[in-house]
Structures are given as structure tokens and as C-alpha cells.
């Protein structure tokens, strides 16, 4: 059987009494979108923050391809490829969409805007950043000032920033907040394909995406993952359907 691309293994995180992550285990395997789902402080967010290295376990340990780690920062892990997209958006607003595209080529080195101007004339640099903007579908887009994009558009080139380090996994906060109908669709149809060459660990709120692309969901609730299945598991999971379903999707 095939190793997991990430592996979680009894993660541990309180804030004062509040025990956020409660001895949570998960894999992320090859080709796969695992799904994150559960409700409002649930314990998302927190957990994908552990993941990416921006926020230390109490307990547990992280394997990622192959190796621990647990006490990697986030430039580490980002560099051993483990991608992320963020809930709130990181890019900036006053640069090009081209810019924004070559500042993640560079791997965000926090000195980068002091050099922008040279690393716009790094060749290798810019093709990497052309390449992911054609991929999402922005390249008509790349001189446009980031500002001036629609809600979705940005959405689509916070996942162009990422994929300029040719991350082997994704982790993903959240990807179709605020998108509409047809935002959403583009996005669900754009990770669909991306599954087959990172597998994807998604946190949504958006239900008909995570059970459209989810080869596997992990229910979440209170910190504890209750239930990991199919779509079709999960939806016939009792403990869901009281927990979780059962707030919005009684049918
Ligand atoms: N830095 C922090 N200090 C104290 N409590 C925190 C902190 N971060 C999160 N929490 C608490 O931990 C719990 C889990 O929060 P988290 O944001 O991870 O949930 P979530 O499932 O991502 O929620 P949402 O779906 O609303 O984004 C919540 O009760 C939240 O208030």
C-alpha cells in the first residue's frame, strides 16, 4: 500500500481550558482530497495551522513524505512541499497579479519587495509565475493590479502563488468562501485535476463541493474527528447526521 503523503498522528492543542485539538489522526494519501469538515470552531482552522508549522501541538507528531515534521517551522515545510492556501488572503493588494505570482516563485522570502524589481528580470523566475497563472486561468489578467480582481479571482491566484513552489501536497483553508455558483465550479473542476498530482487536505464549508471532490471526509467536531469515510459513509454516519448533518441536511 502506498505511504500517506502527511500524516497526523495524535495531535494535542489547548487554548487555556479549551481543549482545541483532541488527539486528532489522520493520513492524507497520494492522489487523494481529504476533506476537513465540521462545524463553526470545530477546530479547522487550528488543526490545518499545526499542519502547515504556524502553530506549535502540545502533543502529536506530523510526518510529511516521509519524514517528521513536527518541529518544522512554516518555511520548512513549504520548501519540503507542503503547500498551503490561507482562509484570509496573503497576497498584496498593489502589486501585479504577475508580481504576486513572482513573489511565490521566490518562496516569499520575507526580503523579497526589496528586490522586486530584480526578480522581475530573473527569466526562470517569471516563467514559473506565468505558468501557474495559466493554470488557474489569470494569464489575461497578469499586468492587472491584484486591487482591481474579483473576489474569486483572487481566490484562484492565492492557489497560482502556491503552486509556483510545486508543492507534492496541498493544504487548503477554506478555497470557495465567498466565490459564487459559477466561482465555485471553476475552482471545484480546477482541484479536481489538481488532486492527481498533489493530493489535497480540504477544510470547506461549501458542502456540495466537499461532496462532489472528497475521495475521503473526516468529521471534526469539538477538537475529536468522530467519522473519516466516503461521501456515502458520512452521509449515513448516525453520529454525523446528529452532530453535523443534521443542522442543515436532515433529508
Ligand atoms: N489563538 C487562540 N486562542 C484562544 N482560543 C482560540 C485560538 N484560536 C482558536 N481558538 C478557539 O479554538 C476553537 C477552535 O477554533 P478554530 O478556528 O480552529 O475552529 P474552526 O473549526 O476553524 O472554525 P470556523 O469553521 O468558524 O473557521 C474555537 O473555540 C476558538 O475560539
Known sequence: MAEPMLHVDGLQK????LQATDGVTLTLMPGEIHALIGPN???KSTLIKQIAGGLAPDAGRIWFDGREVTALGTPA????GLGRTFQISSLAMEATVLQNAVLGAMGRAGSAWRFLRPVMR???LVEQAQAALQRVGLTDHAATRTAELSHGQRRLLEVAVALTLQPKAF???EPMAGLGASGSKRMTSFLDG???EAPILLVEHDMDAVFALADRISV???GKIIATGTADDIRADPQVRTAYLGEEDAA
Open 122 to 124: 530573473d527569466a526562470e
Open 77 to 80: 515545510r513549504a520548501r519540503a
Open 41 to 43: 470552531g470545530a477546530g
Open 220 to 222: 471534526l467536531v469539538y
Open 14 to 17: 489547548a487554548f487555556g481550558a
Open 194 to 196: 489538481l488532486r492527481r
Open 171 to 173: 493544504v487548503m483553508d
